[in-house]
Nanobody, 123 residues
């Protein structure tokens, strides 16, 4: 499966962005999609994940109540709506897919990754 993120950019604190993750390839079916973020010198951090059915989601405590993960009905594009952004949300954001593991915060469980999109939140 190929994943391509978009929607990153520069925003002021308190603002919003919506990231997209477009998936293609036969093997995208029945995949759990996760969003992770990473800043230089730090490990990749779990942000949110959604099951293939869309019925289950999970969020990191740091984004709960501010970020929402979703997908479109075609199950080929996933979104991360980010509201009330803070400077500490600044990072490269990556979507990832795993097939068979389900929702997990562990990045090593995801075997397909996009190239990432940069989000910068100014204070």
């Amino acid at each position: 499966v190929q994943l391509v993120e978009s929607g990153g950019g520069l925003v002021q604190a308190g603002g919003s962005l919506r990231l997209s993750c477009a998936a293609s390839g036969r093997s995208v079916g029945y995949s759990t999609i996760g969003w992770f973020r990473q800043t230089p010198g730090k490990e990749r951090e779990f942000v949110a994940a959604i099951s293939w059915t869309g019925r289950s989601t999970s969020y990191a405590d740091s984004v709960k109540g501010r970020f929402t993960i979703s997908r479109d009905n075609t199950k080929t594009t996933w979104y991360l709506q980010m509201n009330s952004l803070k400077p500490e949300d600044t990072a490269g954001y990556y979507c990832a897919a795993n097939r068979g593991v389900g929702i997990t915060i562990h990045s090593e469980a995801y075997d397909n990754w996009g190239q990432g999109t940069q989000v910068t939140v100014s204070s």
